[in-house]
């Protein structure tokens, strides 16, 4: 493991030119730019506020500033979304780079990551600026912003070092992630409250819910960026022992990823 961190490490730059070209590439020749990073997450909000915010009437509840829960919840869940979508496919999309040249496979998939990671934060930039637009105080948990990012980053990077090397043998695993994806996001509180299933289901079943390690991080960022003293009774969720589940798994799928992506990395040559 040492010498394959090293190696990484070594090839630092190319991750840095990489993560630097996805960036590019996505909004080449746009008249606007970064800015349609932005679209995508205000076209959701717009969807899921008057479907559940007015319909659904998640406002009469007690849910003051609905808009920015959700968008607490969006933003980073599209980021944990979108770096799946990318690094999935990321050895195969590069086959020309895999059979021809040698370095650290993982950049690749990492560099997606990183690339998503850029727009996420100037995403959360957006949101925070619309709080302080809006008035709304900001708890002192803001400051933990890098600590949980860094989180979701270690999370999604273990899912994407499994996903990418298996995809690579096995080119249903891009299908499969999709589907996963859009299952997994309705199981995830981010357009409805926490509470919804506290009240609604038993304590067990509660706590098969609480095994997605999503669920906690998402409840996390709402609790850095929604949770204040104007939203009452349903401010954020916060649980300890979850948040240290969290840190487990992740931790654990990072190693155990990283591990399985490097000792497959060197048969890639062939099934690309």
């Known amino acids: 493991m040492k010498e394959y961190l090293r190696k990484l490490f070594f090839y630092r730059e190319l991750l840095y030119n990489l993560t630097v070209k996805e960036v590019k590439v996505k909004y080449k020749n746009s008249f606007i730019g970064f800015l349609w990073s932005m679209v995508n997450p205000v076209m959701m909000l717009a969807v ?23 968008l607490a919840g969006i933003l980073p869940w599209n980021f944990f979304s979108l770096s799946l979508l990318q690094s999935v496919s990321a050895v195969v999309n590069n086959a020309d780079l895999v059979k021809k040249v ?18 996420f934060l100037l995403q ?10 809006f008035r709304v ?41 999709e589907i996963a994806l859009l299952a997994w996001f309705w199981i995830t509180p981010v357009v409805y409250p926490i509470s919804f299933i506290q009240d609604s289901f038993p304590a067990w ?26 939203n009452g009774p349903q401010a954020a969720y916060f649980s300890v022992e979850g948040f240290l589940y969290a840190v487990a798994l992740s931790l654990f799928l990072l190693l155990s990823g990283y591990y399985l992506f490097c000792r497959l990395e060197g048969r890639f040559a062939e099934f690309v």
């Open 48 to 70: 899921y506020y008057v479907a559940f915010g007015i319909i659904f009437r998640l406002r009469a509840l007690g849910m003051t500033r609905y808009e920015f829960y959700l």
């Open 102 to 119: 040698y370095f650290p496979r993982e950049v690749l998939p990492l560099s997606y990551i990183g690339a998503a990671s850029f727009h």
């Open 124 to 133: 959360e930039l957006v949101l925070v600026a619309f709080l302080l637009i």
């Open 137 to 177: 105080r900001l708890s002192p948990w803001i400051f933990a912003l890098p600590l949980l990012l860094l989180l979701q980053l270690v999370f999604t990077a273990g899912l994407s070092f499994y996903l990418s090397a298996l995809n690579v043998f096995f080119r249903d695993v891009r299908h499969f992630t």
């Open 205 to 230: 079943a509660e706590r098969i819910y609480m095994l997605n390690p999503m669920a906690h991080i998402v409840l996390l960022w709402q609790r850095i960026t929604y949770n204040s003293p104007v």
